[in-house]
């Protein structure tokens, strides 16, 4: 077992920032969430961290002149939480190699789609994965599938496929803390 300091990142209303903190607060997830930073001052996420007494941090992308200003702040303020895991927990902003190298193999995030994926597919999902220097390119941890339905809208089907969000991100949360994920190459097996 390791010990574990979650940093989650996220840019909205946070619901798989919940599902995780229900995790935690369950004993599921053996790992204390150290920080939660959000690059949009409204972000709900920050509301649902800061009445869980979670310290929550607002690190607002138009602050700074440049994206690597930006990642710095972001790493400045891991570090100073002393995160050993990244979680990226709807963070949509794409990450420079600046930040995934100061985090190799520790950032973990949640995609809403099979990936790869293609139009018109008859199943979808979600899938969490590794972050490398490439886009939803790292290794596979999980993947959930769900139907895509005669009649379905954008809103059922991002529902139906959240609910499996909600499942595997915490699962593949405490897969990584208690040691259990082996990357080979593009393959991640679980012990
Ligand atoms: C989730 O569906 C997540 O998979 C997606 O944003 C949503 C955030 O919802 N992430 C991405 O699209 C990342 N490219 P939440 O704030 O309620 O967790």
Redo the contacts with the bound molecule.
């Keep these: 077992m390791r010990e574990e300091k979650l940093g989650i990142l996220?840019?909205?209303?946070?619901?798989?920032?919940a599902s995780i903190i229900e995790a935690v607060e369950r004993g599921d997830i053996p790992a204390e969430i150290a920080v939660v930073i959000a690059d949009k001052a409204d972000a709900y996420?920050l509301e649902r961290a800061r009445e869980k007494g979670i310290p929550a941090v607002p690190v607002i992308y138009r602050d700074y002149a440049e994206r690597a200003d930006f990642e710095r702040a972001l790493l400045k303020e891991l570090q100073a939480h002393r995160v050993t895991l990244v979680v990226?927990?709807?963070?949509?902003r794409i990450l420079s190699p600046i930040f995934v190298h100061a985090y190799t193999g520790r950032i973990l995030?949640?995609?809403?789609a099979l990936l790869p994926s293609f139009p018109g597919v008859k199943v979808s999902g979600?899938t969490v994965h590794f972050v490398d220097e490439g886009m939803d390119s790292g290794p596979i941890i999980m993947q959930a599938a769900v139907p895509v339905l005669e009649g379905d809208t954008e809103e059922t089907l991002?529902a139906r496929?959240?609910e499996q969000?909600h499942r595997i991100f915490p699962a593949s949360i405490k897969l990584y803390v208690e040691d259990r994920l082996r990357t080979d190459g593009r393959k991640v097996h679980i012990l």
Excluded: D
């Design positions: 996220c840019s909205g209303r946070g619901s798989n920032l996420a990226l927990a709807g963070f949509m995030n949640i995609h809403p979600c991002a496929v959240l969000e």
